[in-house]
């Protein structure tokens, strides 16, 4: 079993629809949780970054943290065709050392 | 402001041959570097880290190796490719406490033939 878990998709939706993200994890150590945003044929970039329980908000994005259910969320408000990428979630355990464990990345394609 | 340069972007390579590929930081001292290999449609595996020069930790056993000879270069390198070297590199460096953020290159891709 991978410690992270995250539907693979692609995960099409229309323009101006909620895009809803999710990875489930198995180690209760994470304490750091990230999203990460990846265009094709380029590096990954930190979208969102939270460290307790409950929801953050920037902007359109909204990312939420259930440690009880070790289940983190990305919720993308009114969805733009520029929005279409690979979303990797990431975690990381610091008292294991500095290194992030990735989800296999959700393909999502927002279409005009 | 902080940069990261990789290169090349792109290389085709038959099965044998060595590979020599690069990374520089630009804009901070001190940083943490990582080689991660992205295979097609899978998640990001990390190959190796640095939190100095000349210290490298190797997460998962294979034919590659990296070197950091100078604080802002990182060196992911290979003298036989194998078909299964195949896929999507990157660099990446972190502060050096690190609170999970990281920087990614643009991405080097080979192909081994």
């Known amino acids: 079993q991978k410690e992270v878990e995250q539907d693979p998709g692609p995960l099409s939706v229309p323009e101006g629809a909620i895009v809803s993200l999710n990875c489930t994890y198995s180690?209760?150590?994470?304490?750091?949780f990230m999203w990460y945003r990846q265009y094709s044929r380029k590096g990954p970039e930190l979208l969102m970054y939270t460290y307790s329980s409950g929801n953050k908000e920037d902007g359109r994005f909204t990312a939420q943290v259930d440690k009880s259910s070790k289940y983190i969320s990305l919720f993308i408000r009114d969805s733009q065709p520029s929005d279409s990428a690979t979303y990797l979630c990431a975690m990381i355990n610091k008292a294991a050392g500095n290194k992030l464990t990735f989800g296999g990345g959700t393909r999502v394609l927002v279409k005009p | 402001s902080q940069t990261i340069h990789q290169w090349p972007a792109t290389l085709v390579q038959p099965v044998g041959s060595p590979l020599s590929l690069e990374c520089t930081v630009e804009?901070?001292?001190?940083?943490?570097l990582y080689w991660y290999r992205q295979a097609a449609g899978r998640g990001l595996q990390l190959l190796f880290y640095s939190v100095g020069i000349g210290q490298i930790s190797s997460e998962v056993p294979q034919n590659l190796s990296a070197s950091r000879p100078q604080d802002r270069q990182f060196i992911l390198s290979s003298k036989k490719l194998l078909l299964s070297d195949s896929g999507f590199y990157l660099c990446a460096w972190s502060p050096l406490v690190n609170t999970g953020e990281l920087f990614f290159g643009e991405g080097s891709r080979l192909t081994v033939l």
């Open positions: 804009g901070t001292s001190n940083p943490n």
């Open positions: 180690n209760s150590a994470f304490q750091y």
